[in-house]
């Protein structure tokens, strides 16, 4: 989920991080980051300033967003890529096939949704110096960033 990414650089991010600097680290365009941010902006996960120094900065603690309310706030992306429907309802074989892949799909993603609930932003940040350093404001993690 590359917003997970986009909201703890923004987190680390020394100031506001302005869709230009996402966009760029993200190869994309600004209006892309825009639109992604407008419903994490309506749900109260971040804010936008305009004007000179502005951009986007989390309105809420790390510690109070999950993943899951990223997860329902860009619309309950698919967890599991597996076809779920039979291409031959008819065939006695490839409904049994669907009906078992289904039921493993429907466990695996019960348990992923479940431990997006249980895991919060701040659980991903990383451990490493960079990360460290920039949490205390001593650094810059979008500087020169790209994916």
Known sequence: MRMLHVLLHIALHD???????????LGTHPVVVRRSMSNLREQ????????????????????EITV????VTLGLPSLIAIER??????????????????????????AMLARFKA?????LVPA????????????DMLAGHRH
């Not at 100031?15 to 680290?25: D, F, V």
């Not at 899951?68 to 997860?71: E, I, N, P, S, T």
Request: net charge positive; aromatic share 6%; proline share 6%.
């Open 15 to 25: 100031g506001a991080a302005t869709s230009q600097t996402i966009a760029k680290m």
């Open 44 to 63: 109260g996960y971040v804010q936008a300033t305009r004007g000179p120094g502005g951009g986007w900065r989390l309105a809420r603690a790390l510690g």
């Open 68 to 71: 899951f309310d990223v997860y």
């Open 85 to 110: 429907h039979p291409e031959h309802p008819t065939c006695p074989v490839e409904r049994s096939v669907a009906a078992a892949l289904d039921d493993v799909a429907m466990q695996a993603e019960a």
């Open 119 to 123: 895991t919060t932003l701040a659980d």
């Open 128 to 139: 490493s110096t960079p990360a460290a350093k920039a949490k205390r404001g001593s650094g």
